[in-house]
């Protein structure tokens, strides 16, 4: 795509999300009042933009949001301010008089990471709204068999840090639970026992010993019951003793909810509701051995703890199903679902707690904080701020289709609240020596502003020593080359080639001479800085600090910046001119470690 048919795909989609549907003669209008210099292609562009306007008001308006999202972040700011406050829907079924309880149930598998994080944030809001109460309960019954965690190395199972790296993520993004009644399941394993045993004792569940093969192939996928659902209830008691005290070994009885051989749906057909496990529980060691499955334990616990608002995943419908059945087994009210849209994220998003905690265990992440994992504590300590993530989730609504989430959307949020306070510094990326003639000073410094806009923050200095009327500098090794940005329409300029002139930023005009592949030489033309050429980024090759900057894709930048910034503080958030923002991780013999911000 060119730049003037993104230009029209971007009047197109503001148009079209301003109006419901985007009209050619705004369009191009706008275009041809905005871009003068298009005006005499009037001809060949009005067909361009019919056929545009024409694409985008097939889409749907998610899909409308999305891209204008990616191709210009900016542009919704002004949309949000006027449906600000509007953006979540009340919720369904609020009873005055009668508290809003809700709960958010992370599985302590890890700690919590961004695609987690819209659902805390929609419950958070909500109790806010109605003055409710969120209780947090970890879902922490056993993720597998013993058999399982021993031989899958995929296997889901819970880690003991991960619970405080939950409450630790909580905080962070300032979701207000009560901390005075956090629930965990694990906990409960006597009452999930009773209710089971209750269930049994009623002919509404059963032990079942078939092979679970067997029983999917042979009786599940036709609908037929398998031979134990026809036994008498005292042999069906006999059986859960048996599960409880260890006659029966993992896997070889589980207890089915008589849901019915007629269900429609398969996978409805008298689910597994309690199993046996013999792996070590991090809280309660071996205590039990029979545990329950997880819509099994929410229909009992939703219910003990009033809770009356459910948000959930649209792809968690059958959950819901088991739930709702033993709320119309027992006589309990129901408590109200509400099911939203999953948040997909783009291929560099790796969102897998299992992944993360081995990358963890083998040393190659910087443990939960490291940007790859995409955790809480990785945006925290990239310099994400907690307002941007929540600000740019509620923007999400409460759809029931898939979003994509646009990073760029948190980023340029972000941006707003960081930028005031993030110094800027010289930094260049994969550095190239540059050797500079002819100087007629011994000394050239430069005062650039700590921040453009706020003067009073004051400069700071870069000194740069001649020699033999000569010196030496860094810049960067990208400079030299054309550089495509990923949609492969942009190019980075300047490119540096021979007979060019640049300004050396804030300092003087050169001519480059030649360029290799390991040094490129120029020379001194004044000190006067004309505007119109074109300006580089340089720090002083004799006095400089290596940077390294890790990227939550996992990329590593290094790279040399001006000296100043040794004494900066852990933890402050700058931006490196013409790279980008990055937060200060560690600094170690000279060298400072970074993540990347955006
Ligand atoms: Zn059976």
Redesign the pocket.
Known sequence: MDSVEKRILIEALKNAVKFGEARDNVVIGKIMQDFPEYRSKFKELTPKIAKMVKDVNSWNAEKQQATLIELEPQALEHKKKEAEEKVLPDLPNVTKGKKVVMRLAPYPSGALHIGNARMLVLNDEYVKRYKGNLILVYDDTIGATKTAIKGDPDAKYIIPEAYDLIQEGLDWLGIDYDKNNVVYKSDRLNIYENYAQEFIHKGDAYV???DAEE?RENFKKVGKP???KALPIETHLERWKSMLDGTYAEQEAVVRLNTGMDQKDPALRDHVIMRISEAEHPRVGTKFRVWPILDFSWGIDDHDLGITHIIRGADLQKEGFIEQFIWDLMGWEAATILLYGRMKFSNDFKLSKTLARQKINTKEYDGWKDPRTWSLQSLEARGIQPDALRQSLIDLGMSQSGINFSEKWLYAKNTKIIDADAFRYWFVENPIKLDIKNLPKTKYSSTPLLHPSNESAGTRKIQLNTENNLASVYISRLDTTIQYSRDGSEIRYPQITKGTQFRLKDLFTIEIQSVHSKKVNAIFLTENLDPSIRKIQWVPYDSNIVVHVLKPTGEITQGKAENTIKFLPIGKIVQFERYGYVKIQKKQKNEIYCYFTH
């Open positions: 079942c010993t078939c029983f398998c031979p134990c």
